[in-house]
């Protein structure tokens, strides 16, 4: 506050261009990072961070996942971010098709589970966490309605469930897309569509983000939102009357993980943020926020989650979804898109 | 007129004195001016002319930076996404219209025509609208009206996600300008027409067809295509409400920030500038029409009591200032209740911003600075602009490019114009790049988007002044600035004031533009609102939209104060 006054009383003599010098100045490094995080996870990783860091400073640039997505390969001529953190595996990949990543083994590497990084060496990413589907389950309404809770993904094409579900729209959501390629690969791509095409008859909105169906279905406007587990977990901690189901058939999943965009000027930086980012105590504060992380032995579970995430999760093809994503959302959006909510 | 046509520099000899005295009177002063006026033109060329020069071609670019020609309109036509849309944009403007309209005319004939109590304040009231972001009544339908909404039974099981939760949020959103339309159309009412009505028996009805509606006509056509323009231009309601409803305004959104396909984007721009530059002749040609019917003879109207008619007009005026309440209440409620619909305990955990999307207090600190900053610069800028235009001697063309120029905003919707922004700064070719993503850059386009009506108060200002006080100043030899700052600016105080204030409460509320513009650094709490709402966080979106609401409101009840005192001061030369 007291700086914003400090501004507003040199405005008799300031000139444009002097205000915006005087909030470009500081003694920090301002490293610009990119990321799909949620905004409520932010604050811990950033003060950690820069604690351990005082030199420092993280701009974060926050969106949806296809939105962080589209403006990285928007801006591949001329780059705006210096890392990329907290966004899924499969659109890292695509990043790093368009050669915008550099390959950085960060310190402590040695530690990551191997199915949690990039398999090249050095790797052009390494993981941080897995985020996986589940349903958010409105007990309060389903009473008043008399609706059943769904276990599995096939009870969510129930005609009774009709108006009462959202989900993420897969082209701007990280865990929309997880949840579309998940079906794609368990059920094949035929079979996969149609279940799709069922399930559209009971969506009432598809949203932007993840956790909208989630704190939706929290506030009751819908019955049942299909989102992820830490959203869930969360919004039933903030006192929402929602159970977290699990869908038995298996969870999608996506690996939220960071890599360093190649055209950086502020290179140390960027590999400070990195080394940080695979080290134990970064770990530890994923594991508040998700089950699985990609150091082991740091388990940790979830309040409201119940069951045992990563043995629910299903066999997932990275360089499938990666390699498939345009193909899988052209498609998508093809066939529903009318229902979507802007900015799709 | 005549001193636009006549050359300055005639060689013709009969006319060498004249050229003489031109020379002479280019004192130091007159110098001054035109330089100033110079830059004025300079001004606007970069904030308002080039940006939208750069729109324009970026609509008629190829991926490569080529020119395409009508490349990206064929393409964008072919879509089955745009006739959806353009239907949808067309449906909700128009419905929008007619309503809003309808109850601005009935809500102003009531204030302006009857003598009904209370007027102050339902004057008052109406303009509570205006102080609030468009995504406020949004939210506040989605709390009243949504599957949890207290008042859902109202709409017969009709979903509020669609049509109808955009057309009331823009009719709230737009009432306040249709309203100060019509009340000016209605308050140039001749009264000799009505006593001759009157007096030829006609009946209150008959006058009111006969006379009342035609007199206003101007207005009223006026006022349609201002709410027109506004309501297919606007993306906040539709963005929130809208559902599955498309419209072009958020196509605009969509192709821009979700897809990050500026090209289309700037195409579908271009499609939304029609409505707004036809609505923009029009009004102008309505305007001068309406202004035309009260001539120097004319004896104002004065309303005369009429219990029923009296108690109608309250009614009426209640219900339409009752519904603005009840939609500004809901978002309060809603902004301070635990967790909707469940927990309803009042509590501050919405006003937690710090751990929502849409950068948290900082981006209301943000917000404060800029509508500030555009308050200061851009009263001073367009009032001395306008100062500029009226005062300067002769220097015609430039003059009449100026005038021309500050009026181009108003055409331009705040949409377009921040399209063009980025498509000018962000090329590195551009000296002025380096503004790219700092508050400068939403200082200069918000004051640009605004610039034209603070500019028509300055100069209707500037124009109650008598010119003889430039004319004794300088025949007093007084420097023509001690002359502005010590005659000028305190008599036109009201009016910058005025002006201050519309900036700073625009500002305030703004989205449309600055919604292209806004950096990690320069977060700002309208576009935090939205944000917020896209993450599902909507209770914490609706505590943001009144904070905004409250912020705008309390400048709006210091300015009553001040313009109180300082009319007490400065003013008291009006009073005989």
């Known amino acids: 506050m007291s700086s914003t006054r400090r501004r507003f009383a040199g405005l008799a003599v300031a000139t444009f261009a002097l205000a915006t010098a005087a909030s470009a100045a500081r003694a920090a490094t301002e490293l610009t990072v990119y990321t799909a995080l949620e905004a409520d996870q932010l604050k811990a990783y950033q003060q950690a961070f820069e604690k351990a860091n005082p030199d420092v400073k993280i701009r974060w640039v926050r969106d949806s996942t296809g939105i962080v997505t589209a403006k990285l390969l928007a801006e591949k001529a001329n780059p705006q971010a210096d890392v990329v953190m907290g966004l899924a595996a499969t659109s890292l990949m695509l990043l790093d098709e368009e050669g915008l990543l550099l390959p950085y083994a960060p310190k402590g590497l040695e530690k990551v589970k191997p199915t949690m990084r990039d398999p090249a060496d050095p790797p052009k990413w390494v993981g941080m966490d897995v985020w996986s589907s589940a349903f958010c389950f409105n007990t309060v309404e389903a009473g008043k309605r008399g609706l059943k809770a769904p276990t599995s993904w096939a009870d969510l094409v129930d005609p009774a469930y009709k108006g009462q579900i959202t989900m993420p729209n897969p082209a701007s959501s990280g865990t929309g897309f997880l949840m579309v390629s998940a079906w794609l690969q368990m059920m094949g791509e035929e079979k996969g569509w149609a279940y799709m095409d069922a399930l559209h008859q009971n969506i009432a909105a598809y949203t932007h983000s993840g956790s909208k169906p989630c704190r939706q279905a929290g506030a009751g406007e819908y019955v049942i939102g299909l989102s992820f587990e830490y959203r869930a977990n969360k919004t039933k901690k903030d006192g929402a009357p929602i159970e977290v189901i699990l869908p038995k058939e298996g969870l999608g999943w996506d690996m939220e993980a960071i890599g360093i965009v190649k055209t950086t000027k502020k290179l140390e930086a960027a590999k400070k943020l990195a080394d940080w980012a695979v080290s134990e105590e970064a770990n530890r504060l994923y594991a508040q926020n998700f089950a699985i992380v990609a150091l082991p032995g740091i388990a940790s579970k979830l309040e409201h989650v119940k069951g045992d995430v990563e043995a629910m999760l299903i066999k997932n093809d990275f360089a499938w979804a990666a390699a498939n994503r345009d193909r899988i959302l052209a498609e998508w959006s093809k066939r529903y898109d009318g229902k979507s909510e802007p900015r799709s | 007129m005549a001193a636009a046509s006549r050359p300055l520099a005639t060689p013709a000899p009969v ?7 031109v020379r002479q009177a280019l004192s130091r002063d007159d110098l001054l001016m035109r330089a100033g006026l110079g830059l004025l033109a300079l001004w606007l060329a970069l904030t308002v002319v080039l940006p939208l020069r750069a729109l324009l071609e970026k609509a008629f670019e190829g991926p490569d930076g080529n020119f395409v020609g009508l490349a990206n309109f064929e393409t964008y036509l072919a879509s089955p996404a745009l006739s959806t849309s353009l239907t949808n944009s067309l449906l909700i403007a128009s419905l929008s219209t007619v309503i809003c309209v309808a109850l601005a005319f009935g809500y102003a004939w009531a204030l302006g025509r009857t003598c009904m109590p209370a007027k102050r304040l339902f004057e008052a009231i109406a303009a509570v609208p205006i102080l609030a972001p468009s995504l406020l009544p949004a939210i506040a339908l989605v709390y009243l009206f949504g599957n949890q909404g207290f008042a859902r039974w109202a709409l017969f099981g009709h979903s509020i996600y669609g049509p109808i939760g955009i057309v009331i949020g823009e009719v709230f959103w737009t009432f306040p300008h249709a309203l100060i339309i019509v009340t000016t159309a209605l308050s140039t009412a001749d009264a000799r027409l009505y006593e001759a009505a009157a007096s030829l028996k006609a009946s209150r009805a008959r006058i009111f067809w006969t006379v009342t509606l035609p007199g206003a006509r101007y ?63 029009v009004d102008r040609f309505a305007r001068r029409r309406q202004s035309a019917l009260l001539t120097s003879r004319a004896v104002p109207l004065e309303p005369k009591p009429d219990p029923l008619v009296d108690r109608i007009a309250l009614l009426f005026c209640s219900l339409v200032a009752v519904a603005i309440l009840v939609i500004l209440g809901t978002a309060i409620f809603a902004s301070f209740a635990t967790f909707w619909p469940y927990d309803l305990r009042p509590s501050f955990k919405n006003y937690d911003f710090d751990n929502m999307d849409g950068g948290g207090w900082e981006s209301y600190r943000n917000s404060l600075e800029m509508a500030g900053l555009t308050a200061l610069f851009g009263t001073v800028i367009v009032f001395t602009g306008a100062w500029l235009v009226e005062k300067t001697r002769r220097f015609e063309a430039v003059r009449g490019i100026v005038q021309l120029t500050a009026l181009l905003p108003l055409a331009i919707p705040g949409l377009v114009m921040g399209l063009g922004y980025i498509f000018f700064f962000v090329e590195p070719d551009n000296p002025f790049h380096f503004l ?13 988007h605004f610039y034209s009506v603070a500019h028509l108060t300055a100069v209707t200002a500037l124009k109650q002044l008598d010119p003889e006080f430039e004319s004794v100043s300088a025949s007093l030899k ?68 009144v904070l905004i609401f409250a912020t705008s409101a309390t400048v709006r009840l210091l300015y009553g104060l001040a313009t109180r005192r300082l009319l007490a001061r400065t003013q008291a030369w009006r009073r005989r």
């Not at chain 2, 006319?15 to 005295?21: K, L, M, Q, T």
């Not at chain 2, 323009?229 to 605009?252: E, H, N, Q």
């Not at chain 2, 519309?502 to 576009?527: C, D, E, G, K």
């Open chain 2, 219 to 281: 207005g009223l056509v006026s006022a349609s295509f201002v709410v027109f323009t506004l309501v297919i231009t606007d993306f906040g309601v539709p963005k929130v409400i809208g559902g599955s409803f498309d419209v072009l305004a958020v196509d605009v959104y969509k192709q821009v920030v979700g897809q990050q396909n500026f090209r289309m984007g700037a195409v579908i721009g271009l499609v939304l500038l029609v409505p707004a530059l036809l609505s923009f002749a």
């Open chain 2, 478 to 545: 007084v420097p023509l600035w001690r002359t502005f700052l010590k005659v000028t600016v305190p008599v036109c105080l009201p009016a910058i004031l005025a002006i201050a204030l519309y900036f700073f409460v625009n500002a305030m509320t703004t989205v449309s533009a600055v919604v292209f513009l806004y950096s990690p650094r320069t977060q700002l709490a309208s576009i935090a609102v939205l944000n917020m709402d896209d993450a599902g966080d909507i209770a914490p979106a609706a505590a943001m939209a």
């Open chain 2, 436 to 448: 790219y993503g700092s508050m400068a850059i939403l200082v200069i386009c918000t004051i640009a």
């Open chain 2, 15 to 21: 006319a060498e004195p004249a050229v003489r005295r």
